[in-house]
């Protein structure tokens, strides 16, 4: 199994019968307004272009899975290649509709901790708490996935969230071979962060019983934790061996 990043959240998951994407955001530089204009810089996003083989590694897709609608996951780039390429959607039922609205399709919607059938395998909608405190309603709907494909390792899409009982579920019940983690620690003009501080990173790390693929990092105004701080912290900790920090456009292959 590979895992492509591309930039932010966007990622591809390939392996011997199926690519799937993760939450597409796929425009320009700065086609997205600022997420923050008085707590960091107001630079609009996002605020590095995609890298130069994405457009190769996105021609073999074959689904595409969301985890919630925000542009930063799925913006109007993202819609277009969708729709243009018909490329089969799998989100949360909450989701459904609007999708459906921007005319995606939509092959298959989840409802929290109910495997379904998923290509050769199986998919299970994981809860995400997109921020710590009232920030977390304010951001919506957010869905993580525990992928099982026949034949492949197991993978955890814990999408935008926080340290949470699910998120330690997942680590500890299910032990997935591979956990992403967004660990750009986000925060807007208000409230606290809207994705793990560097403590429960670094829990979350040593809970994950496989690998660690690390992303949310360097592409966002409001995200400030840079990848050599996260390696830092990493190493000092011990959990460097088992985790990849990718930059845009590299591929780490899990035999």
């Known amino acids: 199994m590979r895992l492509h990043h591309l930039r932010n959240?966007?990622?591809?998951?390939?392996?011997?019968?199926?690519?799937i994407l993760v939450d597409p955001m796929?425009?320009?530089?700065?086609?997205?307004?600022?997420?923050?204009?008085?707590?960091y810089k107001p630079k609009r996003n996002p605020l590095v272009a995609l890298p130069k083989n994405s457009r190769e590694i996105l021609s073999k897709v074959t689904h595409c899975l969301i985890?919630?609608?925000?542009?930063?996951?799925l913006d109007k780039a993202g819609e277009v290649f969708l729709r243009r390429k018909s490329i089969p959607v799998i989100c949360s039922v909450k989701d459904e509709n609007a999708l459906t609205k921007r005319g995606l399709t939509v092959e298959?919607?989840?409802?929290y901790w109910q495997p379904q059938d998923f290509l050769d395998g199986k998919i299970t909608g994981i809860p995400a708490t997109h921020g710590y405190?009232?920030?977390?309603?304010?951001?919506?709907?957010?869905?993580?996935?525990?992928?099982?494909?026949?034949?492949?390792?197991?993978?955890?899409?814990?999408?935008d969230t926080i340290l949470t009982n699910d998120v330690e579920?997942?680590?500890?019940?299910?032990?997935?071979?591979?956990?992403?983690?967004?660990?750009?620690?986000a925060r807007l003009?208000?409230?606290?962060?809207?994705?793990?501080?560097?403590?429960?990173?670094?829990?979350?790390?040593v809970l994950a019983p496989g690998k660690v693929f690390a992303n949310h990092l360097e592409a966002l105004n409001h995200c400030p934790t840079t990848r050599e701080e996260l390696k830092k912290?990493?190493?000092?900790?011990?959990?460097?061996?088992?985790?990849?920090?990718?930059?845009?456009?590299?591929?780490?292959?899990?035999?």
Do not use: W
């Not at 959240?9 to 690519?19: C, P, Q, R």
């Not at 985890?67 to 996951?73: A, K, R, V, W, Y």
């Open 9 to 19: 959240a966007t990622l591809v998951i390939e392996t011997e019968k199926h690519v």
């Open 189 to 205: 003009d208000f409230g606290q962060p809207l994705l793990m501080r560097m403590n429960d990173i670094l829990k979350f790390a």
């Open 108 to 111: 298959q919607t989840l409802e």
């Open 67 to 73: 985890t919630h609608l925000h542009p930063d996951h």
């Open 133 to 159: 405190g009232f920030i977390a309603k304010l951001m919506g709907n957010v869905m993580g996935f525990f992928i099982e494909l026949a034949n492949e390792k197991s993978v955890y899409i814990s999408s």
């Open 169 to 185: 579920r997942v680590l500890t019940e299910l032990k997935p071979d591979i956990a992403t983690v967004a660990s750009g620690t």
């Open 233 to 255: 912290a990493l190493s000092e900790n011990g959990l460097m061996s088992k985790t990849s920090v990718p930059n845009d456009g590299e591929c780490v292959e899990y035999l």
């Open 26 to 39: 796929l425009g320009k530089r700065k086609t997205i307004p600022p997420f923050t204009i008085f707590r």
